[in-house]
């Protein structure tokens, strides 16, 4: 029996929920790039907001962990700031904006600029885990398809890219193969991350609330992104440096100031940015 | 001594008494054109189905010969031995062009699948053989990126064969490939088919309830009727001097327009 309490369980989840989540982790591990099912929960805020990641955080995290949360790099937006205090409250976890500080990071759509490290875990919010369903309607197929390694589709859709645009103009969701074998979507991350996911030393966990699939990509593992042999996989470039911190090298946001339409660009990133702002201001 | 493409031994699927087809016996050689025709039930369809390992028999066997003088009998085969011999050496033509196409990807990149597919990974290369393949089908290069969707019906059927023959398969399995196009663009077709299949030499098997595609297309000629091939042989002989009944009636009904 479980005694009944007046508060929510550790990390809002019921144990059992948790385990089978662990579960579901636990072989998609072992099977990097493949899609594992899992019976995901109603969880209190809507799909599409992040569900799905709020899951795999809540069976995974412990007592010692501290957490960070980014929405499109950012620290303090509305999703970030809600899903740290879920975290906050539910499990009394420590929370931080320090990219070097956290064990866990819950992301949607962005890798941190601070390169990640061993014992870091990366999780990310998946709204459509099967990078084949843009071309394959059916779940069955799709299945198939991965399980017999036809990705000739994938392909085609790069080559429609080239056809209209010149260029492969895909630029978030790009399609990269894991340890050789599964194809994957990365989530929306903008394929300037992409190179990031490549060997990194940190576990990289994937969880989609709607569809109620998990992947992850354990660390060390080689992430390839597709292209073809005259139009190789390239990142994002800007002409411009971070407004605020003057990073060259970064993922940039082009943010409207005004109302006459003057832009700037900064870094997407905040805790990276802030950090720059400090170190050069002494 | 050439042997058979694909040879079928009692072949048999039953849906239900006289549905399907029974112990059908075929031989296929290269480069030739084998016409299947029946009324509408009588388990053409079926049977091509069979054929191109879409769908497993009851009973029975197929064997194919591959492009290394493989044997492989295709009601043992595994599923994904049978969809890369669906990638590399069949062609399967659709009656509708919307079953065979991707309709929002463009001509282009509709050839190209095949050519991905089997690990081509140059967008020069599939591009140039893409566009030399449509002009081989007669459609203007030009709407190399242009969507299937807004081809007409013919043009869309030839797109469809363009598609299937560019990784050079070795047997094409067609389902009434002129249905629902009119006169004019059937001729067009038939006349594009028949100058592919011929410069080519690729085996065909052919199914239709057309007698006129039959007599222009195919070599040889079977005849079905409930499930079973009543009649068959050269496609002239068939059709000049039919046996069964059933084939004379067939032959008869063909609507003179003098």
Same mark, same amino acid.
Request: hydrophobic fraction near 35%; charged fraction near 25%; include cysteine.
């Given at each position: 029996?479980?005694?009944?309490?007046?508060?929510?369980?550790?990390? &809002?989840?019921?144990?059992?929920?948790?385990?089978?989540?662990?579960?579901?982790?636990?072989?998609?591990?072992?099977?990097?790039? !493949?899609? $594992?099912?899992?019976?995901?929960? @109603?969880?209190? !805020?809507?799909?599409?907001?992040?569900?799905?990641?709020?899951?795999?955080?809540?069976?995974? $995290?412990?007592?010692?962990?501290? !957490?960070?949360?980014?929405?499109?790099?950012?620290?303090?937006?509305?999703?970030?700031?809600?899903?740290?205090?879920?975290?906050?409250?539910?499990?009394?976890? *420590?929370?931080?904006?320090?990219?070097?500080?956290?064990?866990?990071?819950?992301?949607?759509?962005?890798?941190?600029?601070?390169?990640?490290? *061993?014992?870091?875990?990366? $999780?990310?919010?998946?709204?459509?885990? @099967?990078?084949?369903?843009?071309?394959?309607?059916?779940?069955?197929?799709?299945?198939?398809?991965?399980?017999?390694? @036809?990705?000739?589709?994938?392909?085609?859709?790069?080559?429609?890219?080239?056809?209209?645009?010149?260029?492969?103009?895909?630029? &978030?969701?790009?399609?990269?193969?894991?340890?050789?074998? &599964?194809?994957?979507?990365?989530?929306?991350?903008?394929?300037?991350?992409?190179?990031?996911?490549?060997?990194?030393?940190?576990?990289?966990?994937?969880?989609?609330?709607?569809?109620?699939?998990?992947?992850?990509?354990?660390?060390?593992?080689?992430?390839?992104?597709?292209?073809?042999?005259?139009?190789?996989?390239?990142?994002?470039?800007?002409?411009?440096?971070? *407004?605020?911190?003057?990073?060259?090298?970064?993922? !940039?946001?082009?943010?409207?100031?005004?109302?006459?339409?003057?832009?700037?660009?900064?870094?997407?990133?905040?805790?990276?940015?802030?950090?720059?702002?400090?170190?050069?201001?002494? | 001594?050439?042997?058979?493409?694909?040879?079928?031994?009692?072949? %048999?699927?039953?849906?239900?008494?006289? /549905?399907?087809?029974?112990?059908?016996?075929?031989?296929?050689?290269?480069?030739?054109?084998?016409?299947?025709?029946?009324?509408?039930?009588?388990?053409?369809?079926?049977?091509?189905?069979?054929?191109?390992?879409?769908?497993?028999?009851?009973?029975?066997?197929?064997?194919?010969?591959?492009?290394?003088?493989?044997?492989?009998?295709?009601?043992?085969?595994?599923?994904?031995?049978?969809?890369?011999?669906?990638? %590399?050496?069949?062609?399967?033509?659709?009656?509708?062009?919307?079953?065979?196409? +991707?309709? +929002?990807?463009?001509?282009?990149?509709?050839?190209?699948? +095949?050519?991905?597919?089997?690990?081509?990974?140059?967008?020069?290369?599939?591009?140039?053989?893409?566009?030399?393949?449509?002009?081989?089908?007669?459609?203007?290069?030009?709407?190399?990126?242009?969507?299937?969707?807004?081809?007409?019906?013919?043009?869309?059927?030839?797109?469809?064969?363009?598609?299937?023959?560019?990784?050079?398969?070795?047997?094409?399995?067609?389902?009434?490939?002129?249905?629902?196009?009119?006169?004019?663009?059937?001729?067009?077709?038939?006349?594009?088919?028949?100058?592919?299949? /011929?410069?080519?030499?690729?085996?065909?098997?052919?199914? %239709?309830?057309?007698?006129?595609?039959?007599?222009?297309?195919?070599? +040889?000629?079977?005849?079905?009727?409930?499930?079973?091939?009543?009649?068959?042989?050269?496609?002239?002989?068939?059709?000049?001097?039919?046996?069964?009944?059933?084939?004379?009636?067939?032959?008869?009904?063909?609507? /003179?327009?003098?």
């Amino acid at each position: 029996m479980i005694p009944e309490s007046d508060t929510y369980n550790f990390a &809002y989840l019921d144990e059992q929920t948790k385990r089978m989540i662990r579960r579901g982790l636990l072989k998609a591990v072992s099977v990097p790039g !493949l899609q $594992i099912p899992f019976g995901g929960r @109603e969880m209190p !805020l809507p799909y599409g907001w992040g569900t799905g990641g709020i899951q795999v955080t809540a069976a995974v $995290i412990g007592e010692d962990d501290c !957490l960070k949360v980014i929405d499109q790099g950012a620290d303090d937006t509305t999703n970030a700031v809600s899903i740290r205090r879920f975290f906050a409250k539910t499990a009394s976890v *420590a929370t931080t904006e320090v990219t070097e500080d956290a064990t866990l990071i819950q992301t949607r759509h962005r890798i941190p600029e601070t390169p990640l490290v *061993a014992g870091q875990i990366l $999780i990310y919010q998946v709204p459509i885990p @099967e990078p084949l369903r843009f071309i394959e309607p059916r779940e069955t197929e799709t299945r198939k398809m991965h399980a017999l390694s @036809e990705y000739g589709v994938m392909h085609v859709k790069l080559y429609e890219d080239i056809a209209q645009f010149g260029q492969i103009a895909t630029a &978030y969701a790009y399609p990269v193969l894991v340890n050789g074998r &599964y194809v994957m979507d990365p989530s929306p991350i903008p394929k300037f991350d992409n190179p990031k996911m490549h060997q990194n030393p940190a576990l990289q966990l994937f969880g989609a609330g709607r569809e109620k699939r998990l992947y992850a990509v354990p660390p060390y593992t080689d992430v390839e992104s597709l292209d073809f042999e005259d139009h190789r996989f390239e990142v994002q470039s800007w002409d411009e440096n971070c *407004a605020l911190c003057g990073s060259n090298d970064t993922f !940039l946001d082009e943010v409207i100031v005004d109302d006459a339409g003057s832009r700037m660009f900064v870094c997407s990133d905040t805790h990276f940015c802030n950090r720059r702002q400090e170190l050069s201001n002494g | 001594m050439v042997d058979p493409i694909l040879s079928a031994q009692n072949l %048999t699927k039953s849906y239900a008494p006289e /549905q399907g087809c029974f112990s059908i016996e075929l031989d296929v050689w290269p480069g030739e054109v084998l016409g299947i025709v029946g009324e509408s039930g009588s388990g053409k369809s079926t049977l091509l189905r069979l054929l191109s390992g879409q769908e497993y028999p009851d009973n029975g066997s197929i064997q194919f010969k591959t492009r290394d003088h493989e044997s492989i009998d295709l009601t043992e085969a595994t599923e994904s031995t049978l969809r890369y011999l669906g990638r %590399t050496e069949f062609g399967i033509i659709h009656q509708n062009p919307r079953d065979g196409l +991707r309709l +929002r990807i463009s001509a282009g990149g509709n050839i190209g699948e +095949r050519l991905m597919g089997i690990g081509q990974r140059h967008y020069g290369d599939i591009r140039s053989i893409a566009s030399q393949w449509m002009r081989e089908v007669e459609i203007d290069p030009g709407r190399i990126d242009d969507k299937p969707l807004n081809f007409s019906g013919g043009m869309q059927q030839r797109l469809q064969i363009a598609r299937n023959l560019v990784t050079n398969p070795r047997l094409i399995f067609m389902d009434e490939p002129t249905g629902g196009l009119d006169v004019s663009v059937q001729a067009k077709l038939l006349d594009t088919l028949k100058g592919l299949v /011929q410069e080519l030499g690729i085996a065909v098997i052919i199914v %239709t309830h057309d007698m006129g595609v039959a007599r222009l297309l195919a070599d +040889r000629l079977l005849v079905m009727k409930n499930g079973q091939v009543i009649e068959s042989g050269l496609t002239d002989q068939v059709l000049d001097d039919p046996h069964a009944a059933y084939t004379q009636q067939l032959v008869a009904s063909i609507l /003179q327009v003098n």
